[in-house]
């Protein structure tokens, strides 16, 4: 408060958004001197921050780095310099400390060793690093102002941002998000998996650990990331054997880098108004093998409505999808498909379907099978959508 009320601007950036366990950080600090009186800038200190209970996070291979010898600040007068931490190997990634572990549903499960009242209920993580300015105004006592280490950026429309500083892993392992394998017969589909440099000159292996009773191709992969931030996507083949158990499972994509594991990849929120936020899910995707019976039924004309995923779910099941525009919607077109789907609000929001109904309709007539999904009864450009 002492330091807001003074007109006192100090701040401690990082050279770049992201840093790994072990790994070094420059950060450039400043102070700005916009009150009235003269300034003496002692010294300013970097620390670590770390969970409250796990002796793993004791932050740097010193416990503070100063810099700055006194400095006199005049009215209007700057200081700047840069110092340069070094953490600990043992560094945790920079996960939400409510995710670092898998919870169950409507409840997260703390760390065992969690420390509760130094942490628990805060909305985010301690920084990684903060900086303490020491300084004096006018001669007065020894004030201290702690700020975050952030990093900082330009954008040409929206001027300068910052970012927390984040802790990631060295190599980062990404599945496709919210992408369910599911098999229906013993045909192999194709895994993709990112790798994504979290430091330069990382090199391993990549492998797919599967349950047994699947198999997936090659059984491992090397890989090399030269720079800092470089990706490469690797594709794996799985497919289910013989003796494949029906029902859910779960495949999972694993890095190795020298003696160590990683099976994390990254996610990240950004909007304008909220500070980015950095996830590290876990690098799994489920695995489903299912008795299909699909009769008859085997090449399908589908509707695109509003914008959904069934199509890729009936292709997944075994079923021959074609996506069709309104100007195919033409009974004699439509003969050669065993079934019709219309997708998602398909009548709320296709004006062609006024004129091509009864082409669809007479598709039905003929002897086709045409299923409607969701549709609000708001805003359809029918009356009606049946035939009677």
């Known amino acids: 408060m002492i330091q807001a009320a003074s007109g006192v601007y100090v701040e401690a950036i990082a050279s770049a958004s992201t840093t790994v366990s072990?790994?070094?950080?420059?950060?450039?600090?400043?102070?700005?001197?916009?009150?009235?009186?003269?300034?003496?800038?002692?010294?300013?200190t970097a620390h670590g921050d770390f969970f409250p209970g796990d002796p793993s996070m004791l932050v740097l291979d010193a416990p503070e780095v100063n810099a700055a010898q006194a400095t006199?600040?005049?009215?209007?007068?700057?200081?700047?310099?840069?110092?340069?931490?070094?953490?600990?190997?043992?560094?945790?990634?920079?996960?939400?400390?409510?995710?670092?572990?898998?919870?169950?549903?409507?409840?997260?499960?703390?760390?065992?060793?969690?420390?509760?009242?130094?942490?628990?209920?805060k909305p985010e993580n301690e920084p990684v690093y903060t900086a303490s300015f020491h300084y004096t105004i006018n001669g007065g006592p020894v004030q201290v102002c702690t700020v975050p280490v952030q990093y900082k950026h330009t954008d040409p429309t929206l001027g300068e941002l910052y970012q927390p500083l984040v802790i990631v892993p060295p190599v980062m392992v990404n599945i496709p998000a919210a992408r369910a394998y599911v098999f229906a017969d013993q045909q192999p589909k194709q895994v993709p998996v990112t790798l994504r440099a979290g430091?330069?000159?990382?090199a391993g292996s990549l492998a797919l650990q599967v349950p047994s009773g699947w198999q997936a191709e090659p059984a491992t992969v090397a890989f090399t990331l030269k720079n800092?931030?470089?990706?490469?996507?690797?594709?794996?083949?799985?497919?289910?054997?013989?003796?494949?158990?029906?029902?859910?499972?779960?495949?999972r994509a694993v890095a190795t880098?020298?003696?160590?594991?990683?099976?994390?990849?990254?996610q990240q929120i950004i909007y304008p108004h909220i500070p980015t936020q950095t996830l590290f899910p876990e690098a799994t995707a489920p695995l489903v093998k299912l008795n299909v019976a699909r009769g008859h039924t085997k090449n399908i004309g589908y509707l695109m409505g509003a914008g959904d995923e069934v199509p890729e779910a009936l292709r997944q099941l075994g079923y021959a999808v074609t996506l069709l525009n309104p100007t195919d919607l033409n009974a004699e077109r439509l003969a050669r498909y065993d079934a019709v789907v219309l997708g998602v609000r398909a009548y709320n929001t296709l004006d062609r379907l006024k004129t091509q109904q009864p082409e669809l309709l007479k598709y039905v007539e003929n002897g086709g099978t045409m299923l409607v999904q969701y549709v609000v009864n708001r805003g359809t450009i029918?009356?009606?959508?049946?035939?009677?």
């Open 72 to 121: 006199e600040l005049g009215p209007g007068k700057r200081a700047s310099g840069s110092l340069s931490v070094k953490s600990r190997n043992s560094f945790l990634i920079s996960q939400p400390y409510w995710l670092r572990e898998t919870g169950s549903i409507g409840m997260y499960k703390l760390p065992q060793g969690f420390a509760p009242p130094q942490l628990v209920g």
């Open 228 to 251: 800092k931030d470089d990706e490469q996507t690797i594709n794996f083949m799985l497919r289910p054997l013989a003796g494949a158990a029906e029902g859910k499972s779960e495949l």
């Open 199 to 202: 430091q330069a000159g990382v």
């Open 382 to 388: 029918l009356p009606e959508i049946g035939p009677y």
């Open 22 to 44: 072990g790994g070094t950080t420059s950060i450039a600090y400043e102070m700005v001197n916009r009150s009235g009186y003269p300034i003496k800038l002692n010294s300013v």
């Open 257 to 266: 880098v020298g003696n160590e594991k990683y099976s994390r990849g990254i």
